[in-house]
């Protein structure tokens, strides 16, 4: 009986410590490539998507996202429904300037019908801005239908007149810009 308890605590440290790891990516917009695995500034992706949950590259909820310098277009989380308990963080890497572009007024869309879903996204030292002229009813960030969203430290960039973030039933949100 001795011989099994001592196995028994070091499994249960495993089981409980195992899911706590989360990995770190990265994705450059100019010097990346969709091919690496995305572990390292070297081996980073290119394209945003690849670093979606879903999106190929293994991202799963909890991991972190390096953003290196260099323009993403638009961050639209394409898992509708998806239950998710831990942030996945999208954040600006050390000294670097990521861009998340609305090319048609949206820079970052998370537009989910028949929620609000848990998304469990937060966004972190990102300029958020327009390519295109906006009107007052466009926004740069557009939440509807989702909670658990961060937005801290990041620029938004609208002009005069139109609005940077619009969040319609969508509980839990956090903005600290």
Request: negative net charge; hydrophobic residues 40%; aromatic residues 10%.
């Amino acid at each position: 009986m001795k011989e099994k308890k001592k196995y028994i605590i070091p499994v249960l440290f495993l089981l409980i410590v195992a899911p706590l790891h989360a990995a770190t990516y990265y994705v450059d917009a100019v010097n990346g490539n969709d091919a690496n695995n995305g572990s390292s500034v070297e081996e980073a992706w290119k394209n945003i998507e690849r670093a979606y949950i879903g999106g190929g590259g293994g991202v799963v909820e909890g991991d972190t996202i390096k953003l290196r310098t260099g323009d993403y277009g638009q961050f639209s989380d394409r898992l509708e429904g998806t239950p998710r308990s831990a942030y996945t963080t999208y954040i600006a890497d050390t000294a670097e300037v990521p861009v998340f572009t609305a090319s048609s007024g949206i820079a970052i869309n998370l537009n989910q019908v028949g929620g609000p879903f848990k998304k469990y996204l937060r966004f972190e030292g990102i300029t958020i801005t327009n390519a295109v002229p906006m009107t007052a009813s466009q926004y740069l960030v557009h939440l509807d239908d989702v909670n658990f969203v961060q937005i801290i430290d990041c620029n938004i960039v609208a002009p005069a007149g139109s609005t940077g973030v619009s969040a319609a039933v969508s509980p839990r949100i956090f903005v600290a810009i």
